[in-house]
């Protein structure tokens, strides 16, 4: 999911049997047109006194074609559909997804890649490694489609649904029934974050926003199979004029993505991102801005069923000096922006998540503790939105939900927005330290 905030603020291909309908098939010629020619071979088998052999001909009988069987469309499909709806599992039916990008550790943890206990470690995180992989491939897929279907003049409310009604189709998991969300489907809801506001804005119920053509557009959400949550976000332009910001903050989360492993400072990684970022400046109505790392927004580990655990990544230098380890998830994200560098709380909140330690509060309001019923049996700890809780058909729950927030049960995550008339980008992708090599499990051809 977008940042942790610093202290302070393909067509579907049927089967051949589908195809090969419609092809005339040996023996059935159309309006007898063999049918002459077998006559005049029968009048020259006459004419030679072939006649009784032409009759012994006559009487065999020819043998009928069973009719193939149609399969239903999306079996044993090999291409994903547009707009996705084939289930990956079905696209691989041996359950081997694609690894991620692979890189071997560095200096004192190069020993890794070969150590036969690390090695036995690893073969032992079978189902761990299944269900990332899994969702990641879920996330290219649907971020694929989702980078040539969206357009200008779209509602941010269409490019979410789309995105999110595609994400439940490819992991088979709509949400609708108890509990369902917590199996699979989405890691967190979609963010897309428009201009100024870099992170956490997805629409509520009602929003008209329409994007345009001179929008900066971050899209950012998430895919998860048991809890175990792929966070991975792009940015989308329709203007090359921001050709040179996005360069910017992609070679920001890169840089990121390689400096970071097991025993290294996060403080050195933050440090190696800013020095990316900031070395590029963009062109905006005839002046030179230079591209800010956003400083209040960091990456963060991802733990089970919670998309932000206890480490953060920072993106510029200073600060902690806590190692990341063995075993650890990290979404490596990075934020650049032309206007302060810094963020603060703008717009309607959308976005929630109860809290893993929530306090044992007594509840007045009933709709709270209606409310909080529902979301524990349908989200648990992972992030919900408004829209979430509207298609499960509850309604009236604004109260009971600004209830749980005051209560300390459900935290809020409001948008957050730099000044106004700036633009922001945002990159990221999930990292997993494997005990032998680190995996980015996220990568794909596009970013």
């Known amino acids: 999911m977008a940042a942790q905030v610093a202290e302070g603020v393909d067509k579907l291909k049927l089967s051949n049997g589908k195809a090969s309908e419609g092809k005339i098939s040996n023996g059935a010629a159309p309006n007898g047109a ?5 006559d005049d071979s029968e009048d020259d088998k006459d004419d030679e006194g072939g006649a009784p052999e032409a009759a012994l001909g006559a009487a065999k009988k020819k043998k009928k074609r069973k009719p193939k069987k149609k399969k239903a469309a999306g079996a044993g499909a090999k291409t994903q559909t547009s707009p996705p709806r084939v289930l990956v599992s079905n696209l691989f039916p041996n359950g081997q997804y694609p690894e991620g990008e692979i890189a071997d550790y560095k200096n004192e943890n190069s020993y ?3 150590n036969e206990e690390k090695r036995h470690l690893d073969r032992m995180n079978n189902d761990f490694l299944t269900d990332y992989r899994q969702g990641a491939e879920v996330h290219r897929q649907v971020r694929q489609w989702a980078q040539k279907s969206i357009k200008p003049g779209q509602t941010l409310t269409e490019i979410a649904e789309g995105i999110e009604d595609s994400v439940r189709a490819l992991t088979g998991h709509s949400g609708l029934e108890e509990g369902d969300s917590i199996k699979g489907g989405m890691g967190f809801p979609t963010g897309l974050s428009i201009n100024n506001c870099a992170a956490h804005y997805t629409p509520n119920a009602g929003n008209k926003w329409v994007v345009q053509k001179e929008d ?16 991975s976000a792009f940015t989308m332009t329709w203007d090359p004029v921001y050709d040179n910001l996005l360069a910017a903050v992609k070679d920001a989360t890169n840089t990121g993505v390689r400096e970071a492993g097991i025993d290294v400072r996060v403080c050195d990684i933050g440090a190696a991102i800013q020095e990316a970022m900031e070395s590029y400046e963009v062109e905006i109505g005839g002046k030179v801005i230079p591209v800010k790392a956003i400083r209040n927004l960091n990456g963060h580990d991802i733990i089970p069923y919670s998309i932000h655990g206890g480490k953060s990544v920072p993106i510029v230098k200073g600060g902690d000096q806590t190692k990341m380890e063995e075993g650890e998830i990290f979404a490596i994200e990075t934020f650049g922006s032309t206007g302060k560098g810094y963020v603060r709380d703008d717009l ?14 007594s509840l007045r309001l009933s709709s709270a503790k209606s409310l909080l019923n529902v979301i524990t049996k349908n989200f648990g700890t992972l992030p919900f939105c408004r829209r979430y809780i509207d298609r499960l058909g509850q309604d009236k729950y604004l109260l009971g939900l600004n209830n749980l927030v005051a209560s300390g049960i459900v935290e809020s995550y409001p948008p957050l927005c730099d000044v106004k008339g700036s633009y922001t980008a945002q990159y990221e992708h999930t990292i997993l330290l494997r005990p032998t090599v680190k995996e980015v499990v996220s990568r794909g051809d596009d970013y």
């Open 34 to 38: 063999n049918g002459e020619a077998e």
């Open 112 to 114: 890794r890649t070969t």
């Open 216 to 231: 900066v557009l971050k899209v950012d959400f998430g895919v998860h199979f048991n809890g175990r949550i792929v966070d």
């Open 348 to 361: 309607e909140t959308s976005h929630y998540a109860k809290r893993a330690d929530a306090p044992q509060t």
